[in-house]
């Protein structure tokens, strides 16, 4: 028989197993060497380039990824990865899935210390695929980054801090592997473990994941103002949940409160955004340096709204418009209008004009928005429209108490076109 140099790269790492079946090996791998490691290029634009049977796996297996998701993903590694990050980040491990048995050499040791730890020995022949199972939209972002920190597009000052960052973390890395030498794994196996790792999991709330999320400056900004001042005075925030429950005290729920936060913040567009990814950096109003003056103007808002209209009215949650969903969006919104869009200066007194109004659901004010129907057995008034319509309607009645209606429309007009709904169209 023939000795030949086998094409292997040796890999430390810790052996595992699921059943007779499947071997798993845990270890971690640079930035730089992921592509390198599997052997092709997995982004989507790129599927079309690839082997005929790679690409058959991929476009069964995996979704594209949004160039919006990629730039999160950047995003999140320049702000969470570096040595100034407020708050730390991580990402769960890439799941490789690799067609052939893997040569594995335990290290020689007397104690049990090290027990399942050994030399990985990887086939790099393009007939032992490698294909990514879990992970591509972090592998894709990543590779894209490496791409990026040498590209001409970016000063040398940039470069070099952008190389610096790729060296600041490593990648946690589980492959996938028959167990037993001689088998492998086929295109439906692959298939199976794919919808195993996509599938049948179970995703958080939303309520749930913005109450444990404390990297987000706007739930920063909700939660300050939730936990003090005004809100805390009048019954404080809840969190975790979607709406205030029929026993709950409180004025507000979280998810509520940073739709107020969003509006207020940046503006209308971005109220309904479902990640922060939605604004671009560079047109983000709000900062970690902005971040305390923000919540300061923002409690004088509804801190002179409280007043004009004294606590009961105020924290009548059952039946107040400004307490909704669509109202708290809609006075975060106001608030944006005056503040960033008009220079409106005096949040406070803007806040006292509000409190004038009447915001019960009967009031004559949200007499066009507002329908009766049965709830339960009960005649209740609700909204005619969805979310937006009802955000744009009360935002136009808003504006139009406070005089600013006409002169708002004319300022957006000039900046780029945009007008607000007539209340009979948002209706």
């Not at 803007?350 to 009766?372: C, F, H």
Request: charged share 25%; no cysteine; proline share 3%.
């Amino acid at each position: 028989m023939l000795n030949t140099t086998q094409l292997t790269i040796r890999i430390a790492a810790v052996q595992g197993a699921f059943g007779q079946m499947l071997a798993t090996y845990a270890t971690q791998i640079s930035p730089r060497s992921l592509e390198a490691f599997l052997g092709h290029d997995p982004r989507s634009r790129f599927w079309k380039k690839l082997d005929p049977e790679l690409e058959q796996i991929y476009s069964q297996l995996q979704r594209t990824t949004t160039p919006e998701r990629l730039r999160a993903i950047q995003s999140y590694i320049r702000k969470r990865f570096t040595k100034q990050a407020i708050v730390l980040g991580a990402f769960p491990a890439i799941s490789i899935a690799v067609k052939r048995h893997l040569k594995f050499e335990p290290f020689t040791t007397s104690g049990n210390d090290l027990a399942g730890a050994g030399t990985l020995h990887l086939d790099m022949s393009k007939s032992n695929g490698r294909i990514v199972l879990d992970g591509l939209a972090r592998v894709s972002g990543i590779i894209e980054l490496v791409e990026l920190a040498n590209h001409e597009s970016l000063t040398a000052a940039e470069q070099q801090a952008l190389n610096e960052l790729l060296d600041e973390f490593s990648l946690p890395l589980v492959i996938f592997a028959p167990r037993e030498e001689g088998k492998t794994l086929d295109l439906r196996e692959m298939k199976q473990l794919f919808a195993d790792f996509n599938f049948k999991q179970t995703s958080i709330s939303p309520s749930m994941a913005i109450a444990w999320d404390s990297s987000d400056i706007y739930i920063e900004a909700a939660n300050r103002l939730g936990t003090a001042g005004t809100i805390k005075a009048h019954g404080g925030m809840e969190s975790g949940r979607a709406s205030l429950g029929s026993k709950s005290t409180a004025l507000v729920v979280q998810q509520n409160l940073l739709r107020f936060v969003r509006g207020a913040a940046e503006g209308d567009r971005f109220t309904e955004a479902k990640t922060n990814v939605d604004k671009d950096d560079s047109l983000r109003r709000l900062t970690e340096n902005d971040l305390a003056a923000f919540v300061q103007r923002v409690e004088r808002f509804l801190g002179g709204m409280a007043a004009a209209m004294g606590s009961v009215r105020f924290t009548d949650t059952k039946n107040g418009v400004h307490l909704s969903g669509p109202g708290w969006g809609a006075l975060g919104v106001v608030f944006h209008d005056l503040d960033a869009t008009l220079g409106i200066t005096d949040s406070e007194a803007v806040g006292r004009k509000l409190g004038e109004i009447d915001w019960r659901r009967s009031g004559p004010l949200w007499r066009e928005i507002m329908r009766e129907r049965d709830v339960r057995g009960k005649p209740t008034l609700t909204f005619v429209g969805g979310g937006y319509e009802s955000r744009q309607a009360i935002r136009r009645l808003a504006h139009e108490h406070l005089g600013t209606w006409e002169r708002l429309q004319e300022v957006l007009r000039d900046a780029d076109g945009e007008e607000v709904a007539s209340v009979s169209q948002a209706a």
